[in-house]
């Protein structure tokens, strides 16, 4: 690229920025995976200041990386259930990403997950056992996209009439739903431990072991939305409304009936994780069953470029990592908030890493190199 | 004392975290970033101080000093935080709701994992009285109000009188509604926004702080600390980007907060355990009509700042 100083001959600044016009596949995917490593390091100085076990024998530094490999791929049971958890958190992702893709921050997974798992345990507790097991799955599965549907709308439909804060308005929303699952477990369980034990009816049949249907119904879900947003009208749509709300308006396309249709969209497949969760692992319910995944699934969207194929990538690193730091938790005996520091800090350099893919650096003196921010 | 006062005392004093809280988030909105970190930060906040006091808590220094170093060990790894949360999304322009919550995540994770090798004989026990001077001794909720309550108040009326009666705060607003116009005027935006978070980090940092080693004053208190954190982003927007109506926000809050323990203390009203959860649930649902009331009136001094959440690129049109 060209470089734009030419007029700053007088004074010129130790450094410029000029956006990339493009960047090759291949130098963008090295600069990644640098920061990942970059992180990986600085993960373990941290570690060295945290763990005592470190502290006292350094020599187990080597553990201290084996155990990601360990903790998601270690045995056959770890690696079924790294699978599965990468494929809810993925659900909930590729369920953000229609709004994402309209620019509309829909920051309520969280919540719209929680009343999905809320609906379907709701029709399993009073329904469960009182009718034919199938026809229990399929009203569950209804009543979690019901659900999901109506908490992603709300918000959708103050965006789309008087332009509420999406972003802000989607945030409490989750806390609304996460009271409103504590107001029915006081109902449900008048004991006062608020505990539902677990339900006996609406199981997900398992299909050769407990994790694998969970897996597929995610992967077609990912092949089926990445069709959706690329391939159709709809897709196209969401694109312009995200691309710039005027244009849309211009070539005709009704901004507001675009958002209030992707976001019952969003919130139906959020709720649709929900009754992954509901009838597939959990079959109870507490205010945690969404356990920071609707937040977790913001960055995994993000990260993926809001690309649903790149989202299987991106939910697979997020769990080796919380999968792996749980494992160093057990093995290095720390407390338990350890994967969130470690999924924090790797976060913090490939969030830092997508900077020096979008821009481009230009030294004073010399000719402009691209990559050369990459070592920060 | 009486019944009522006392549990308007408490509201108080447990919105004295939120008034830390919103005010520190309130800067750095008025700077154009929504810093989702705010949980984090302040759990980190709380950490850092608890970590100086762990250091000193039993040693022979005047208290006076004692109070003053575990203020500035909060204070420390808050700004530290605010600086990581600026130099992602200010200098390398990242995504503010991602960055934001990569900070939450970590911010709650670490507080977690420092404040459990903390011995809260230390800490706490011995730092919590000097921290409520003066009213340390009194057996009523009257106890909880220290001096970091006082500051609480003193800060946000402080910010309120910076953002809009000063220079350096019509150009932090400006930063905030339209930084390509504030450059171009000469105002040094990234120097502001930097400023503004990491200043607004620092006070929300406090409210951490405040909340384990005041107003709770227990071994327990750093679980239930990152809940609050959301809730005074949600203040901000029940304050209308105002700090100096967050101390009456706060208040509100706290008491819907507490009235659900509270009530039950009331022998002429009758609530049962499952109207609780409905209760807690009441800030965030007026949070809401707040939100959406203030948009329908749509008067341009009640809504967020106009480029609040987007990043600044001075060559990008």
């Keep these: ?376 | 004392m009486n019944i009522w006062l006392n549990f308007l005392i408490d509201s108080m004093a447990f919105g004295a975290t939120f008034i830390y809280g919103s005010t520190g988030e309130i800067l750095t909105e008025k700077a154009g970033h929504l810093n989702l970190g705010i949980p984090g930060i302040m759990c980190m906040g709380g950490a850092g101080g608890c970590l100086v006091l762990n250091a000193i808590g039993r040693s022979s220094l005047p208290p006076f000093l004692i109070v003053i170093l575990g203020i500035l060990g909060s204070l420390a790894l808050a700004m530290l935080c605010g600086m990581i949360y600026s130099f992602l999304t200010v200098t390398l322009r990242a995504n503010q709701n991602v960055t934001g919550l990569a900070l939450t995540t970590f911010g709650v994770g670490l507080m977690k994992v420092i404040m459990s090798k903390l011995d809260a004989t230390v800490y706490l026990v011995g730092p919590k009285q000097m921290y409520r001077w003066p009213f340390a001794n009194r057996q009523d909720s009257l106890q909880a109000m220290g001096i970091l309550f006082f500051a609480a108040v003193i800060i946000a009326v402080l910010a309120g009188w910076i953002l809009f009666r000063t220079k350096t705060g019509l150009h932090l607003r400006a930063v905030g509604e339209n930084p390509a116009t504030a450059d171009a005027v000469g105002i040094n935006v990234t120097k502001y926004k930097y400023a503004a978070t990491c200043i607004g980090s620092g006070i929300a940092g406090l409210g951490g702080f405040y909340y384990i080693i005041d107003y709770m004053a227990s071994q327990e208190a750093y679980l239930s600390l990152e809940a609050f954190g959301w809730l005074s982003i949600a203040l901000v927007i029940f304050a209308l980007w105002r700090p100096p109506l967050t101390i009456i926000g706060s208040v509100v809050f706290g008491f819907l907060f507490s009235v659900s323990s509270f009530i039950t203390n009331v022998p002429w009203i009758n609530v049962t355990m499952a109207m609780k959860p409905i209760l807690k649930m009441l800030p965030y649902v007026v949070t809401i009509l707040v939100l959406i009331v203030s948009s329908i009136r749509n008067k341009r001094e009640n809504q967020p700042p106009a480029s609040l959440g987007l990043s600044y690129f001075r060559e990008e049109r």
């Design chain 1, 1 to 376: 690229m060209a470089s734009v100083k030419r007029h700053a001959e007088a004074r010129e600044p130790l450094m410029h920025l000029s956006k990339r016009a493009s960047i090759s596949p291949v130098r963008s995917w090295i600069i990644r995976i640098c920061a990942v490593l970059l992180g990986f390091l600085l993960c373990g100085l941290i570690a060295f200041l945290l763990i005592e076990k470190l502290q006292q024998n350094p020599g187990r530094i080597g553990d201290f990386y084996y155990a990601f490999i360990k903790g998601a791929f270690g045995t056959s049971r770890k690696f079924w259930k790294f699978l599965r958890s990468t494929a809810v958190l993925l659900c909930i992702a590729l369920a953000l990403t229609p709004a994402f893709r309209m620019r509309f921050w829909n920051t309520g997974g969280e919540g719209q997950t929680l009343v999905g798992v809320l609906g379907a345990i709701a029709v399993d507790f009073y329904l469960g056992g009182k009718i034919p097991e199938g026809l229990l799955l399929v009203l569950m599965l209804l009543a979690a996209l019901c659900c999901g549907a109506v908490w992603g709308v709300i918000p959708a439909l103050f965006k789309a009439k008087w332009n509420t804060n999406e972003t802000l308005f989607t945030l409490m929303m989750n806390y609304v739903a996460t009271y409103l699952v504590a107001y029915f477990l006081v109902v449900w369980v008048p004991s006062g431990s608020s505990s539902l034990s677990k339900l006996q009816h609406g199981k997900l049949p398992t299909l050769g072991n407990d994790y694998l249907l969970i897996i597929l119904i995610v992967l077609a879900l990912t092949i089926g939305l990445h069709i959706y947003l690329n391939y159709t009208k709809h897709g196209y749509e969401i694109s312009v409304v995200g691309e710039s709300i005027r244009t849309a308006q211009y070539v005709g396309i009704k901004v507001g009936k675009v958002v209030i249709r992707t976001m019952i969209l969003s919130g139906m497949l959020c709720g649709l994780a929900g009754y992954l969760i509901a009838a597939g692992m959990d079959q109870t319910i507490t205010t945690e069953s969404a356990g920071g995944q609707g937040f977790t699934a913001i960055m995994v969207s993000w990260l993926g470029k809001f690309n649903p194929l790149a989202m299987i990538l991106t939910s697979a690193l997020i769990q080796v990592l919380n999968q792996g730091a749980a494992q160093i938790s057990q093995d290095f005996d720390v407390s338990g908030a350890m994967p969130s520091v470690i999924v924090g800090i790797i976060l913090f350099f490939i969030i830092g890493s997508e900077f020096f893919i979008n821009y481009q650096i230009h030294f004073r003196g010399h000719s402009a190199k691209a990559g050369k921010g990459a070592l920060k």
